[in-house]
């Protein structure tokens, strides 16, 4: 099961708007991932963000995560046509089975030119 | 190599048939993992390897999956008996320091059962 659920589920933007995205997660965490997938291809990895940390920034993205609402949001200022692509979140889930990364359903944004 | 290796990129089959899918993970990554992506959705996790061993397969849907990586570095997800809802993309990801650490993605496995 997928722990994590991103919203929305679709965003369409004009280049050089600055999108949101938000993620909500069930349980406890240790750290919380950000990825980005374009159409047909793996998922790359854009910032990660441990549970003492509020905030953390990386270029043209701003992660934002509050662990009392077990939410997080990803900000892309600024964005480009070359940011349209499905974006989720990842989530650890501390089990005593061993080590899970669980992912979100996704942001799918659209950037027009 | 560079990045993490899956092989086929693409793969057809029939109803009933069995399937291996394969990842070359990066060189020196102990994590393993193995991801299941339908149309529209997020990966589904599937198992996860520590070295040789898995350390967590309950995301395996039922014995029909199974998957194995020898020798703590290339590992093959083995399904029997393929159904049409196995249909998916089959997603594998290393890792060099496991749940601290960032998921480095293959292009995946297309799988399509007939």
């Known amino acids: 099961s997928q722990q994590g659920e991103e919203d929305p589920q679709a965003l369409s933007i004009q280049e050089g708007e600055n999108a949101t995205m938000n993620c909500s997660y069930k349980?406890?965490?240790?750290?919380l991932q950000w990825y980005r997938q374009n159409s047909g291809r793996g998922l790359v990895h854009l910032i990660l963000i441990r549970s003492n940390e509020r905030e953390k920034h990386s270029g043209r993205l701003r992660v934002t995560l509050d662990t009392s609402k077990k939410s997080s949001s990803l900000l892309i200022t600024a964005s480009r046509a070359a940011d349209t692509a499905s974006y989720f979140c990842a989530t650890d889930a501390l089990k005593n089975t061993g080590n899970q990364f669980y992912f979100g359903t996704g942001t799918s944004l659209t950037v027009i030119p | 190599g560079a990045g993490v290796s899956q092989t086929p990129s693409n793969k057809v089959t029939e109803k009933g048939k069995y399937v291996e899918l394969r990842c070359d993970p990066i060189?020196?990554?102990?994590?393993l993992y193995w991801y299941r992506q339908s149309l529209g959705q997020g990966p589904e996790f599937l198992i996860y390897?520590?070295?040789?061993?898995?350390?967590?397969d309950s995301g395996l849907p039922n014995d029909r999956f199974f998957a194995v990586r020898p020798e703590g570095s290339v590992s093959t997800l083995k399904i029997q008996r393929t159904e049409r809802g196995d249909s998916a993309v089959y997603l594998c990801a290393s890792s060099l320091l496991g749940m601290t650490g960032e998921l480095f993605f293959g292009e995946g496995s297309r799988l399509t059962v007939l």
């Open positions: 060189s020196g990554h102990t994590a």
């Open positions: 390897f520590q070295g040789t061993g898995a350390a967590d």
């Open positions: 349980t406890s965490i240790n750290n």
